[in-house]
């Protein structure tokens, strides 16, 4: 037989066992033989650590249970860790049989299982139906004493960054020590758990009446251990997150309405600048949905062609000579009236509208500008979601074909998101651009974390400098002299500058002096529509003339 089998006869002595039996307990075949009584059998058992840690419990018990008149089944782990399970059956004669089996293999695959349904592989923590049965289960407790929890949804900023820079291996365990890091902060009775990607929870067990000072000294505590620097595989990392909390029962005691509120929480701290951390308000739930309710007329808009282009000019710093227009979305809701792209862009590229509507923005823009002089180029603006469609050139290359602008005159902006670790299909896409003969052009430099390195990635046509660099241009010397070291970077380089923003004739003045190619701003003129456009491009332009 596979299993071990041992019978006993009326008398209580043993009738016969097998060699299984034996060598299942490393018992010698002479502590088995026929006559011995279950009690010595046991004691041998023991004596050769083949029983249970409560070792004369144990016996105790098979000596209560060895002989009852109905069926048993029972299971012992003994004290090597095996696990055996042992099925016993009365005999008419009073006597009794018992098959063991050693089940070891089968309750380990068991726990992987079961410790898989409800832990996070990677990490070890808790997962999210671990995590959301703990949270019922305080509830629960919160609802006769009256204790209060709070739950803090995490979110790692910017963590996406770091898989495309450095690949998933790097994420992975950045993933683990970020998980150290977050349990290191919290206490004995809380639960930390891994929702999936790289966001992260907790439940904090609150003592105080109100749980606020508790709530604050830990999220403020998470920020801060976060943010510390990582070494990982030889690879210096620097990231945060941010935090959002819900406070139970305050805010409910329903574990997915916590965490719903815990993330409209979290979504405020992100939307305020990130490493912050936010506890929910009841105008967050009414913001969400105004949110939701904006991105279903921003889905409408394109449909029923609420945007439209307003062209801002572009003039050379000497001479104040017209080269060209930077494209800017309007949206004129007719439920809403103008809307900000500031406020309408970001949700685009949330909910994946800008897709189309960044199509329609190229084809657009590049169907005016074919209607203009032909010394006149037009600068477009890309999003970083536009490069993950994969056709972005096609795109582009069917738009030039149906507007019949030259590429020579098509300007195509991008911000260093897009070169984030030297992507390296995003810059296959740019060089597929440029061989185009579209200029490229990257904006907003000097705000991210390596702009320079970027220079070296791309052969760029042109770099814009940020425009908070040229509001503080006049009064800040650290401003004016990042101004004029980006201006010299570009002429050592051989790449055309812009500089936006202008506002007064002091910073034109200051811009021109630096050496900036080109300018653009208030001060030269506003965005306007195609209709109120005036096209003369090789004659220096007053104040007055552009506004």
């Known amino acids: 037989m596979p299993h071990g089998v041992c019978m ?93 089996q050693d089940i070891t293999a089968q309750k380990r695959a068991e726990q992987r299982v079961l410790h898989l349904a409800h832990y996070d592989s990677l990490t070890g ?20 004493s009256g204790d209060r929890f709070a739950i803090h949804l995490l979110d790692l900023d910017r963590f996406k960054d770091v898989n495309d820079s450095l690949g998933h291996a790097v994420g992975d365990v950045l993933l683990y020590e970020v998980a150290s890091r977050v349990r290191d902060c919290v206490g004995r009775n809380d639960v930390v758990a891994r929702l999936g990607g790289d966001e992260f929870a907790i439940l904090q067990v609150c003592a105080s009446d109100s749980g606020i000072d508790e709530v604050t000294l830990l999220a403020t505590k ?104 930077e494209a800017l979305i309007r949206w004129k809701s007719t439920k809403r009236g103008l809307i900000s792209p500031q406020k309408f862009i970001p949700l685009a590229e949330e909910t994946g509208v800008i897709i189309p509507l960044g199509r329609w923005i190229l084809q657009q823009a590049c169907s005016d500008a074919a209607r203009w002089p032909s010394q006149l180029r037009i600068a477009v603006n890309l999003s970083p979601v536009q490069f993950r469609t994969g056709n972005l050139v096609e795109c582009v290359r069917q738009v030039l074909a149906v507007s019949g602008l030259a590429a020579e005159r098509l300007e195509l902006e ?73 201006s010299g970077l570009a002429r050592s380089l051989n790449i055309a500058t812009t500089a936006e923003g202008v506002e007064t004739e002091e910073q034109l003045v200051l811009l021109r002096a630096a050496g900036f190619t080109f300018v653009q701003g208030f001060f030269l003129g506003r965005p306007c529509p195609t209709a109120e456009l005036s096209l003369e491009p090789d004659r220096p332009w007053s104040v007055s003339q552009v506004h």
């Open 8 to 100: 006993y006869g009326p008398d209580k002595r043993l009738v016969i066992a097998n060699d299984l039996y034996s060598s299942m307990y490393r018992l010698d075949p002479e502590r088995t033989k026929p006559g011995m009584t279950l009690n010595e059998i046991l004691a041998a058992r023991v004596a050769v650590g083949s029983s249970p840690k409560e070792a004369e419990e144990y016996i105790a018990r098979r000596l209560r249970e060895a002989f009852l008149p109905e069926p048993g089944h029972i299971i012992n782990e003994l004290r090597d860790g095996r696990i055996i399970a042992i099925s016993r059956r009365p005999l008419p004669d009073g006597g009794s049989v018992a098959i063991h």
């Open 125 to 144: 923590l808790a997962n999210r139906v671990l995590f959301l049965g703990e949270i019922n289960k305080e509830a629960a407790k919160c609802q006769t």
């Open 222 to 325: 998470l920020l801060h251990a976060v943010a510390k620097p990582y070494d990982i595989n030889s690879h210096q990392l620097m990231i945060e997150t941010s935090v959002g909390v819900s406070l139970a029962p305050v805010h409910g005691l329903d574990g997915d309405e916590l965490l719903k509120k815990a993330d409209l929480a979290l979504y405020r701290a992100k939307s305020e600048g990130r490493n912050l951390w936010r506890l929910f308000e009841d105008t967050m739930e009414r913001d969400a949905q105004s949110r939701l309710a904006l991105a279903m007329d921003l889905r409408n808009a394109i449909l029923e062609q609420e945007f439209e282009l307003h062209y801002q000019p572009v003039f050379t710093s000497v001479g104040k000579i017209m080269v060209g227009f």
């Open 414 to 486: 991008i911000t260093e998101s897009v070169l984030l670790g030297n992507n390296a299909e995003n810059l296959q896409v740019l060089h597929q651009l440029r061989e185009l003969g579209i200029a490229i052009v990257l904006d907003d430099f000097g705000t991210g974390y390596s702009s320079m390195s970027y220079l070296l990635s791309f052969p760029f046509d042109k770099i814009k400098i940020d425009r908070k660099f040229v509001a503080d241009l006049t009064h800040r010397n650290d401003c004016a002299a990042i101004v004029n070291a980006v």
